[in-house]
């Protein structure tokens, strides 16, 4: 930041003293006026860096000081700011048009105050150092027209050539002159550089030498117009600059070079930041690493080469952290990021530096491995990796621990295109997260043909909807007491075109992983509200036939959620209570607070909540206390496997009595055997479902069911 002596004048005290208080805290030395009269005498006898100056003032206003200010030739280059009230666009202009700085209203932003202050004190130290450079450049010029024996010409040769330190090269008496200007700037004093052109050859870097020269020599030939090259030049210290070499030459009438004079200028600030933006393109601006097309560079650099020779293996490995949402969405961005930045250091120590690992975006890296002996020593990075990330880290003052999938691929496939590479390295590193995460997976032409093949599914599903390719079969829910049916749970099967009838196994995954689980979740919930209508009005019954729809947990981020189930109802005519919305155990877990209070309110319409696959995720007392459960359905993995006198039957009689004591219904699902049957009977389970009943029906086989109980009853005396 510059720091500046300021003049605020303003007949307010308080904002004097407001404005006084910021800009001292910022490290400026201020000083406050009252009125515009004591203003302009004060700037007559001290200098001032900034005026800060209010427009209505009594006697002398703001724009009489700062005409009086733009006319006087020692004060017309001080920046004025004018702070007002008055927001008359108008004004504003004539402010700008009589030499203001800038404009300020009040009431003004701190912020804002500080960022004109040290844009003006900015832009004024430049201007005054751009005169003093100015200055000093004319006095050599005026100081070298008067030493040189040819003045008029040496003099015009240094104004078109002159930017800094200035120099001129009598070519014929190999004579050179170089000003006080261009020794300084690289630390030398006038005695330190002879007038020998061969001392200057030599402070040029040995890499810009040749080109210098070429340049050079092609300027002389009159090949180029002028002479003009960016080189490294040795300072006194012995580190090296950047500086920009400008020149023009002089011919006789055999066109031999007379003389050339010309400047020569400091770049290294500019040069630095070229090279930083350079740097900022190819690289990660959290981590430092290598980005996407640097990695992308390199990798094909490394395919090339092993297309030349095979002999040069190497490798690419593909890192996804495992949990990353999780740490991000529950600790905050800053933890997240300062994950992330750990993870690649510690990537880093355990690669050897031939190696190049990127941060391709997210949570994803990617490691370039080249010159790789056999797959043990593969083997034994992707180790070192795991145990590194798998250390424990303090994040927001939370110990937490990361894992991390990874995929590795090889050359041994003879890749032509790095963008194949990293491809198939990230198909082999999602195996590995769907085989359990926190492993690898070496990548295989086949896991290709699944990656396009589930591509493919996902095309081909996108489209379903609107095909009206999906379709609903329910399966009837049965009172295990009365052996009738009370109601149907909502099946989604899938009439691919090509593949046939899909069950839910088939395509639901890549209906949640791209989020078209969610109109689909709607198509199912509004298309079997209308169905279960059709049944009470064709089968009324006291309580009616109710409908159970599975609910994804993606749909609870949709913010009009229990709007639209409240349309469902409305457009069905169905009562609240025959809708019975189900979600999977574990999706319980991962809800918010405010998802919580989204169920309560669903409940309170009326519509009952259960909980699917009961037991096989994180069963707890505590949830089923803080959502508004009406039903536990158990799954059919314990159904299967109850036994007379096993374990699973006691699991399944555990289950009932939690239901029974916190006042719950219970759905025993899979029930193929009569022994399950009459065993879930005797446990007093009220409800089952499962192909001992019926498998799940189209509306027609829905229909002869009912018809066929309905006679059933009717038969009965």
């Not at 090339?304 to 991000?328: M, Q």
């Not at 990361?402 to 990230?426: F, K, N, P």
Request: charged content about 25%; overall charge negative.
């Amino acid at each position: 930041m510059d720091f500046g002596r300021i003049l605020v004048v303003d007949d307010h005290e308080t904002i004097r003293n407001m404005i006084s208080r910021q800009l001292m805290q910022q490290g400026h030395d201020v000083t406050c006026v009252a009125n515009g009269k004591d203003a302009l005498a004060l700037l007559r006898i001290q200098n001032f860096d900034l005026v800060l100056l209010d427009m209505v003032m009594p006697e002398v206003d703001g724009a009489m000081v700062l005409r009086v200010i733009k006319h006087d030739p020692h004060l017309s280059d001080l920046p004025v700011v004018i702070i007002s009230g008055d927001t008359n666009i108008e004004h504003v202009v004539t402010c700008i048009q009589m030499g203001a700085e800038d404009y300020l209203f009040k009431p003004f932003n701190p912020l804002l105050l500080q960022t004109k202050v040290s844009v003006s004190l900015a832009k004024k130290r430049l201007q005054d150092q751009e005169r003093r450079q100015r200055a000093e450049l004319e006095r050599q010029i005026a100081e070298r027209a008067v030493e040189l024996e040819r003045s008029e010409e040496r003099y015009a040769l240094a104004a078109r050539g002159a930017n800094d330190g200035l120099w001129d090269w009598d070519v014929p008496n190999n004579h050179l002159f170089l000003s006080t200007r261009w020794k300084s700037m690289l630390g030398y004093r006038d005695e330190d550089i002879g007038n020998n052109p061969q001392e200057w050859m030599h402070l040029i870097h040995p890499d810009d030498q040749e080109l210098f020269k070429v340049r050079l020599a092609a300027h002389f030939r009159r090949l180029l117009d002028s002479f003009e090259h960016e080189y490294r030049i040795r300072n006194y210290d012995g580190s090296y600059r950047w500086v920009l070499c400008r020149g023009l030459a002089v011919w006789d009438e055999n066109d031999q070079v007379l003389r050339i004079a010309g400047s020569q200028t400091d770049i290294s600030l500019r040069r630095a930041a070229e090279q930083q933006l350079q740097h900022d393109a190819l690289h990660d601006l959290l981590t430092g690493l290598p980005n996407r097309g640097l990695f992308l560079d390199r990798l094909e650099r490394a395919i090339t080469i092993s297309r030349r020779h095979p002999e040069r293996r190497f490798a690419v490995l593909f890192i996804d952290l495992d949990r990353f949402k999780t740490i991000n969405d529950s600790l905050g961005h800053t933890a997240g990021d300062q994950l992330l930045i750990a993870v690649a250091q510690r990537i880093l120590g355990c690669l050897r530096p031939s190696d190049t690992v990127a941060r391709i975006g997210g949570d994803e890296f990617t490691i370039l491995i080249e010159d790789i002996a056999d797959f043990q020593m593969i083997q034994a990075i992707v180790e070192r990796i795991h145990a590194s990330i798998a250390e424990p880290i303090q994040l927001g003052g939370h110990r937490t621990i990361s894992t991390a999938s990874i995929g590795v691929t090889t050359s041994d496939l003879q890749y032509t295109s790095a963008t194949e590479m990293i491809r198939d390295a990230d198909t082999a590193m999602y195996h590995a997260k769907m085989g359990g995460k926190a492993r690898h997976v070496i990548f295989t032409p086949a896991m290709h043909a699944q990656a396009m093949e589930k591509l493919q599914m996902e095309s081909d599903l996108r489209g379903a909807l609107g095909a009206g390719e999906l379709r609903l079969h329910y399966q009837p829910i049965m009172s295990l007491e009365h052996g009738t049916v009370i109601g149907f749970e909502a099946l989604i099967r899938w009439q691919h075109p090509q593949r046939g009838l899909l069950y839910p196994g088939a395509f639901l995954d890549i209906a949640e992983e791209t989020g078209l689980i969610v109109p689909i979740s709607w198509w199912v919930l509004r298309t079997s509200c209308l169905e279960a209508s059709n049944w009470q009005r064709e089968f009324p019954g006291d309580p009616p036939l109710s409908v159970n729809v599975n609910l994804s947990a993606r749909l609870f981020a949709e913010p009009s959620i229990v709007d639209q189930i409240a349309d469902v109802l409305a457009e069905s005519g169905i009562p609240p209570s025959s809708l019975k919305l189900e979600l999977i155990e574990h999706s319980l877990m991962t809800l918010s607070n405010q998802t919580s209070d989204v169920l309560r309110r669903i409940r309170e319409m009326g519509v009952q909540l259960c909980i699917d696959d009961f037991g096989t995720g994180y069963s707890s007392l505590s949830y089923l206390h803080s959502f508004p459960v009406s039903t536990l359905k158990i799954d059919r993995s314990f159904i299967n496997r109850m036994g007379p006198l096993g374990e699973q039957g006691e699991i399944v009689q555990t289950i009932i009595g939690l239901a029974r004591t916190l006042n719950l219904d219970v759905v025993a699902e899979g029930i193929e055997t009569e022994q399950q049957y009459q065993q879930l009977r005797d446990l007093q389970c009220g409800l089952g479902q499962g192909l001992l009943f019926a498998p799940g029906l189209d509306s027609e086989g829905v229909r002869a069911l009912l018809s066929n109980a309905r006679e059933a009853d009717r038969s009965r005396p």
